[in-house]
């Protein structure tokens, strides 16, 4: 799996509690939508500090790096490729 679909799956099975992937498009925000709170926020940033070894720091805790599925992924992205 890509970073993607990681992010999706995790969000979709642990945050929506579902099994259907195509219940969000990557493209869908999350805040709008109310799919996302501080809670669910918290969560999914252990989830990607755990699962690709990065640290989130806080001037990353901006709404618009957590919209949607495509801006997590690039958040994540961004954050491994400075390590390089």
Do not use: C, W, Y
């Not at 498009?25 to 996302?36: A, F, K, P, Q, R």
């Amino acid at each position: 799996m890509n970073t993607k679909e990681k992010i999706k799956h995790f969000f979709i099975k642990e945050l929506m509690h579902e099994d259907d992937l195509s219940k969000i498009n990557d493209t869908d925000s999350l805040i709008e939508s109310g799919l996302i709170d501080s809670h669910a926020i918290m969560s999914l940033i252990a989830f990607l500090e755990d699962e690709f070894k990065i640290r989130i720091e806080p001037q990353d805790l901006l709404p618009e790096n957590f919209d949607n599925i495509n801006a997590i992924s690039s958040l994540v992205d961004r954050i491994l490729n400075t390590r390089k």
